[in-house]
T-cell receptor, first 116, second 112 residues
Framework: KAGVTQTPRYLIKTRGQQVTLSCSPI?????VSWYQQTPGQGLQFLFE???????NKGNFPGRFSGRQFSNSRSEMNVSTLELGDSALYLC???????????????FGNGTRLTVT | AQSVTQLGSHVSVSEGALVLLRCNYS??????LFWYVQYPNQGLQLLLK??????LVKGINGFEAEFKKSETSFHLTKPSAHMSDAAEYFC??????????FGGGTRVLVKP
């Protein structure tokens, strides 16, 4: 079974631009979660989508948004990029979502975003 | 709300020595706990999980963790470190119905 696939692996953008990251979950997984990972803040939860609906949201500004399609693939968008948005963005899928006990997250290799 | 604390952001061990990574959680309800490992330029990989039942949980790559409710701990151990164990390790936990919360991570250095 193929794992979680994130594209692209690396991105370089300029301040003020916008970016879209893509995530394809493991086949059959209906939940997709997004995390931002930085050396200073560690792993921070962005949001979780389940069956095309946002089920949970972290404490990030409205510049960060996401969506999920009917095939469970998900995209994350960041508008008006700031230098502080430079990070590794990780996508994780799970069978029935984070709220379930026996539904661990399976992570992709991430997209490394650099904002200059 | 569930919170997870990892003691020690860096740990250095000699090859063949015991690896011990500490994790404490706080929760008012029985937690679900996980350990993940992250190798450079990769995502997180699940090492093991505790949901219910046996308090000693065995995972992949020779790792195991023990759930101790009285100490609110879920420490990760491996009897004999290997060079390939050099990575960053994350403890994570959640209460039922809540999202997963990660600890700050512990970077393991293995000395030959």
């Amino acid at each position: 079974k193929a794992g979680v696939t994130q594209t692209p692996r690396y991105l370089i953008k300029t301040r003020g631009q916008q970016v879209t990251l893509s995530c394809s979950p493991i086949s059959g997984h209906r939940s997709v979660s997004w995390y931002q990972q930085t050396p200073g803040q560690g792993l921070q939860f962005l949001f979780e989508y389940f069956s095309e609906t946002q089920r949970n949201k972290g404490n990030f500004p409205g510049r960060f948004s996401g969506r999920q399609f009917s095939n469970s693939r998900s995209e994350m968008n960041v508008s008006t990029l700031e230098l502080g948005d430079s990070a590794l963005y990780l996508c994780a899928s799970s069978l029935v979502g984070q709220g379930a006990a026996n539904s661990p997250l399976h992570f992709g290799n991430g997209t490394r975003l650099t904002v200059t | 709300a569930q919170s997870v604390t990892q003691l020690g952001s860096h740990v250095s061990v000699s090859e063949g020595a015991l690896v011990l990574l500490r994790c404490n959680y706080s929760s008012s309800v029985p937690p679900y706990l996980f350990w993940y490992v992250q190798y450079p330029n990769q995502g997180l990989q699940l090492l093991l999980k505790y949901t219910t039942g046996a308090t000693l949980v065995k995972g992949i790559n020779g790792f195991e963790a023990e759930f101790k409710k009285s100490e609110t701990s879920f420490h990760l151990t491996k009897p004999s470190a290997h060079m390939s164990d050099a990575a960053e390790y994350f403890c994570a936990g959640k209460a039922a119905g809540n999202k997963l919360t990660f600890g700050g991570g512990t970077r393991v250095l293995v000395k030959p």
